[in-house]
C-alpha cells in the first residue's frame, strides 16, 4: 500500500530564502509525482508534474526533483515571497489512484 | 475557461438530510474522481470513475453514492448525513494514462449541524 509522507509537516522562514520541501513514498512503481497548493479554504493547484522516466521539472521559481529507487521528490522554491505562502502538497500516482502526502504549510514572512 | 468546477461551494445541512454536489469537467478527461479532505486536511479518494463506470469504491459507507451520467460530469449524492461527513469534497479529473496529471475543482466545504 502506497505511502506518502512529507518533512517538514509546518516551516517558517523570512523572504528571500530558498527552501527544499521533501516527500517520500514507500512504493516506487509510480507512474509519475504530482506538487499541488492549496490556500487555506481554497482548491487544490497543481505546480508540477514529474514523470517516473524523469529526473526534474521546472517552473519559474520552483524546481522538482524525483528519484524513484529511493523513493523521494524534493520541491526547491527559489527567494521565497509572501505569496509563496500555502500549503504544499506532494501526490504520487500509480494505477488509478494518486496518493497525497500529509502536506508541508510554509509561512514567509515579510 | 477548461477547468473542473463543482457546486455547490459551501453546503450547510442538518443531520439526516439528503443532499448532492455537482462536478462538471471541460477538459475532455475520461477519468473523474471524488476526493474528501478531512479536518487534518489529509486528502483521500473516495471514488473513480471512466467513461461512466466505476473503478475505485475506497470503502465508502454506502450513504455515499457517486452517479456519472456522462464522462464530464460526476456528481456525489450522500443519504442520512451525520457530523462526520463534514469536511471538504473535491472533485478531479485526469485521462486513465498514467502519464497524466489530476486537475482539481476548488472544493465543496460541507457542514453538517
Known amino acids: 500500500k502506497q505511502e506518502v509522507t512529507q518533512i517538514p509537516a509546518a516551516l517558517s522562514v523570512p523572504e528571500g530564502e530558498n527552501l527544499v520541501l521533501n516527500c517520500s513514498f514507500t512504493d516506487s512503481a509510480i507512474y509519475n509525482l504530482q506538487w499541488f497548493r492549496q490556500d487555506p479554504g481554497k482548491g487544490l493547484t497543481s505546480l508540477l508534474l514529474?514523470?517516473?522516466?524523469?529526473r526534474e521539472q521546472t517552473s519559474g521559481r520552483l524546481n522538482a526533483s524525483l528519484d524513484k529507487s529511493s523513493g523521494r521528490s524534493t520541491l526547491y522554491i527559489a527567494a521565497s515571497q509572501p505569496g509563496d505562502s500555502a500549503t504544499y502538497l506532494c501526490a504520487a500516482r500509480k494505477t488509478d489512484k494518486l496518493i497525497f502526502g500529509t502536506g508541508t504549510r510554509l509561512q514567509v514572512f515579510p | 475557461d477548461t477547468a473542473v468546477s463543482q457546486t455547490p461551494k459551501y453546503l450547510v445541512t442538518q443531520m439526516g438530510n439528503d443532499k448532492s454536489i455537482k462536478c462538471e469537467q471541460n477538459?475532455?478527461?475520461?477519468?473523474m474522481y471524488w476526493y474528501k479532505q478531512d479536518s487534518k486536511k489529509f486528502l483521500k479518494i473516495m471514488f473513480s470513475?471512466?467513461?461512466?463506470?466505476?473503478?475505485i469504491n475506497e470503502t465508502v459507507p454506502n450513504r455515499f453514492s457517486p452517479k456519472s451520467p456522462d464522462k464530464a460530469h460526476l456528481n456525489l449524492h450522500i443519504n442520512s448525513l451525520e457530523l462526520g461527513d463534514s469536511a471538504v469534497y473535491f472533485c478531479a479529473s485526469s485521462q486513465e494514462a498514467g502519464t497524466y496529471g489530476y486537475t482539481f475543482g476548488s472544493g465543496t466545504r460541507l457542514t453538517v449541524v
Open positions: 470513475y471512466n467513461n461512466k463506470e466505476l473503478i
Open positions: 477538459l475532455g478527461h475520461d477519468t
Open positions: 514529474i514523470q517516473s522516466s524523469q
